[in-house]
T-cell receptor, first 113, second 116 residues
Framework: QKEVEQNSGPLSVPEGAIASLNCTYS??????FFWYRQYSGKSPELIMF????GDKEDGRFTAQLNKASQYVSLLIRDSQPSDSATYLC?????????????FGTGTRLLVSP | DVKVTQSSRYLVKRTGEKVFLECVQD?????MFWYRQDPGLGLRLIYF???????EKGDIPEGYSVSREKKERFSLILESASTNQTSMYLC???????????????FGEGSWLTVV
């Protein structure tokens, strides 16, 4: 079992819809959870992070964390074609003083006009 | 704007060659990282450094070494390149985790290495 799992996709949604991206993790003691966006041929860029159960909103993006079920999700409201990218979920392991992140393989999102 | 610069974007090297990948950041970050990214495997941490001359092994350090002589520069070294090291290499940097923005890691544009 991979430490961080994501469906590779592609996830296809029409413009204006809500895109829902999911991620599960195996280490129950994981502390912080991150969503990165990576355009083709480009470097990952941080969208947001979450470390408490519940929802965290930032503009059109909402991260949801459920530690009991060991999943974290990212919702993108009013999806735009410019949101088409690969979304990487990353987890920081427990008891690490540094940003040693474990990444999932990413979910490719396609937003059609 | 934070800038993490990887000097070589595309390299082709022969098996057995010694390869240097250079990374420079301009944000005075304490932490620097080297990842490799492969299809189906995602990003995997090779080495990281939390201070000058300090280094820690990541998840896949075999076949690699690193050097950090100056705070802004972190080099990845392939002592004897092999075909299974063909990959995209990403350098990254950040402030310490305990700092206000310690959760944000900034990545460079990547270096595509092909070993033939």
């Amino acid at each position: 079992q991979k430490e961080v799992e994501q469906n590779s996709g592609p996830l296809s949604v029409p413009e204006g819809a809500i895109a829902s991206l999911n991620c599960t993790y195996s280490d129950r003691g994981s502390q912080s959870f991150f969503w990165y966006r990576q355009y083709s041929g480009k470097s990952p860029e941080l969208i947001m992070f979450i470390y408490s159960n519940g929802d965290k909103e930032d503009g059109r993006f909402t991260a949801q964390l459920n530690k009991a079920s060991q999943y974290v999700s990212l919702l993108i409201r009013d999806s735009q074609p410019s949101d088409s990218a690969t979304y990487l979920c990353a987890v920081r392991r427990k008891n690490t003083g540094f940003q040693k992140l474990v990444f999932g393989t990413g979910t490719r999102l396609l937003v059609s006009p | 704007d934070v800038k993490v610069t990887q000097s070589s974007r595309y390299l082709v090297k022969r098996t057995g060659e010694k390869v240097f990948l250079e990374c420079v950041q301009d944000m005075d970050h304490e932490n620097m990282f080297w990842y490799r990214q492969d299809p189906g495997l995602g990003l995997r941490l090779i080495y990281f450094s939390y201070d000058v001359k300090m280094k820690e092994k990541g998840d896949i350090p075999e076949g690699y070494s690193v050097s950090r002589e100056k705070k802004e520069r972190f080099s990845l070294i392939l002592e004897s390149a092999s075909t299974n090291q063909t990959s995209m290499y990403l350098c990254a940097s950040s402030f310490p985790l305990q700092s206000y923005s310690g959760n944000t890691i900034y990545f460079g544009e990547g270096s595509w290495l092909t070993v033939v």
